[in-house]
C-alpha cells in the first residue's frame, strides 16, 4: 500500500489482475485507490446518452475509462477516450465515493461532466431480464485507467514477489514447474528462493 506525497491522506493498493471488479468495489468504497491491470477480453458497456441543447453525445466505458462512441464510413465503430480532468473522492453517506470529471471536446461547446467510478446502489439492483446486476461499474470503469502514464506509474508499485513468480514459472520448459506433490514443490520453490537471494546478494556485494 503507498501513502500518496502529492494527495495527502490518499492510499493506493496495486495488484495483479487476479484483482476483479467484484474484489476492487469494497475496497474502493472505503476509500481506496485501487490499482490493477485490466483484465482482458472486456467488451465496450453502454453508459449514457448526454444530451444539452442540440446535442447528443453516445457514452461508452472502454478499455477502463469513459469513452464516446462515433462511427466512421458509417460501420466502423471508433470509440475515444475523453479526458478526465481530475479523480474526484467525496465522502458519501455510508462509504466514499469516487468521480471521473470529464470533458467531452464538441465544437457546439465543451461539456463537463461527473461520472461515478465507485460501484452505486442502482449498479448493485439485479436486472429482471438478465438476473444479473445491472452493471458491473468498477469491473469496467477504473478509477486510473491502466492504458495512461500514471496507469502505467502505479502498475511498477506492484509487489516484487508477483514478477518473481512470474520468473519462477518462466524459469521451466512450458512454464510449468517439474514437480510432483507438495513436498517436491517446496524443495523446488526453496531452491529457488535460495538461489534468487544468493544472486540478490552477490550484486549487493558488488555494488556497495
Ligand atoms: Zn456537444
Excluded at 5 to 31: C, F, M, N
Aim: contains cysteine.
Amino acid at each position: 500500500m503507498q501513502q500518496s506525497q502529492r494527495a495527502r491522506g490518499t492510499k493506493a493498493v496495486t495488484y495483479d489482475a487476479a484483482l476483479r471488479g467484484k474484489h476492487r468495489a469494497p475496497l474502493i468504497a472505503e476509500g481506496l485507490v485501487v490499482f490493477t491491470p485490466q483484465h482482458d477480453g472486456l467488451t465496450p458497456q453502454s453508459l449514457l446518452r448526454h444530451k444539452d441543447g442540440p446535442c447528443s453525445h453516445d457514452l461508452y466505458v472502454a478499455e477502463g475509462r469513459v469513452c464516446e462512441r462515433r462511427f466512421i464510413d458509417g460501420n466502423e465503430t471508433l470509440y475515444t477516450p475523453l479526458p478526465v480532468e481530475e479523480l474526484e473522492c467525496r465522502d458519501g453517506k455510508n462509504s466514499t465515493r469516487f468521480y471521473h470529471r470529464i470533458t467531452i471536446p464538441c465544437p457546439t461547446k465543451t461539456h463537463q461532466i461527473r461520472i461515478r467510478v465507485d460501484e452505486t446502489d442502482e449498479d448493485r439492483q439485479v436486472d429482471p431480464k438478465t438476473k444479473k446486476q445491472r452493471f458491473n461499474r468498477t469491473e469496467h470503469l477504473r478509477q486510473v485507467p491502466p492504458s495512461t502514464p500514471a496507469g502505467r506509474r502505479l502498475k511498477g508499485f506492484r509487489q516484487d514477489s508477483e514478477s518473481v513468480h512470474s520468473r519462477f514459472d518462466q524459469a521451466y520448459p512450458h512454464e510449468r514447474v517439474p514437480a510432483y506433490g507438495a513436498r517436491g514443490a517446496l524443495l523446488i520453490y526453496l531452491g529457488y528462493a535460495w538461489l534468487n537471494n544468493s544472486i540478490t546478494r552477490a550484486l549487493n556485494a558488488l555494488h556497495s
